[in-house]
């Protein structure tokens, strides 16, 4: 049987002959009072309720994103700041609620399209929001910072200063065996930073709830070699656990220099089940 929406955000605002963009969805009387104010195409984003659940939402002209998003070529003027606005407010709500996020972009037609999706899915939205209360995700980057790394070596490493000190004096002999010397420090320090950052895993293992391994991304992080980048699943305790493990990593590192690079907490993209497909 359909739930319609109740009255709580069915003003004189509602208009029948526009859609809903959807953020995501939440238990919806964890957050009564929701609100964001909207980008200047979307409307202002309300909590719309259907029957113990809701959709975090802004009404928007019909259309309206479908066409910008079917842009040949995309056309990034159009989308970054919608996504940006769109994630905006999905870390606003998730300060309040527990929220199942849904991708930029959702469009549902009208109230009847958007009632029949939430009822089709209600199931695991819901369980996906029992299971999940009291959990935050992160998101954390491992990188080595190679210079500092090598200079160190060339430095304070027994073996490969005693070789820098012997190094000729003679500018074009020096240039090339510095440089060779250098290039072999590198490969100490990646492979030391990579058996740090590998422990640092192995600690977080036994904080978080869950964890996933993320495709590295080089050169996002300002010239550093990428070693881990991970999306944590934490309880909300878990978090000064995890901020410790990291502060003691980074005092205790010795001659690798790892940067660490948290973000969150962030909307459950990374942990939570696409609708329609079985719960992970």
């Not at 104010?37 to 939402?57: D, F, N, Q, S, T």
């Not at 998730?94 to 991708?103: E, G, I, K, S």
């Not at 819901?126 to 190679?146: N, Y």
């Not at 020096?174 to 422990?199: C, M, Q």
Request: with cysteine.
């Amino acid at each position: 049987m359909e739930r319609a929406f109740t009255g709580r955000h069915r003003d004189a605002t509602f208009m029948t002959d526009h859609g809903f963009y959807v953020y995501g969805f939440a238990a919806s009387e964890t957050a009564p009072d929701l609100l964001h104010p909207g980008h200047e195409e979307i409307g202002p984003v309300r909590m719309y309720e259907c029957g113990g659940l809701g959709a975090i939402a802004s009404m928007v002209p019909p259309g309206m994103i479908e066409a910008g998003l079917s842009l040949e070529p995309p056309d990034p003027g159009w989308i970054v700041p919608r996504a940006l606005h769109h994630e905006q407010v999905l870390r606003a709500a998730v300060q309040r609620t527990q929220v199942l996020p849904v991708r930029f972009g959702c469009v549902f037609a009208t109230e009847a399209a958007l009632v029949e999706a939430i009822e089709r899915h209600r199931t695991p939205i819901e369980d996906f929001l029992q299971r999940m209360a009291g959990q935050e995700e992160w998101s954390l980057r491992v990188t080595l910072d190679e210079a500092q790394a090598v200079s160190f070596l060339l430095r304070c490493d027994p073996a490969l200063s005693a070789r820098y000190r012997a190094l000729p004096d003679a500018p074009g002999t020096r240039y090339f065996l510095e440089k060779k010397l250098g290039e072999e420090a590198r490969r100490v320090a990646v492979r030391a930073g990579k058996t740090a950052a590998e422990n640092v895993y192995r600690v977080l293992v036994g904080l978080a709830t869950s964890i996933k391994a993320l495709p590295l991304r080089a050169g996002e992080d300002g010239g550093r070699h990428p070693m881990l980048r991970l999306a944590v699943l934490l309880d909300r305790d878990g978090r000064e656990r995890m901020f410790a493990a990291l502060d003691e990593a980074a005092t205790d590192r010795g001659v690798i220099p790892l940067c660490f690079d948290p973000a969150g907490p962030l909307p459950l993209y990374h942990f939570c089940p696409r609708l329609g497909e079985p719960v992970p």
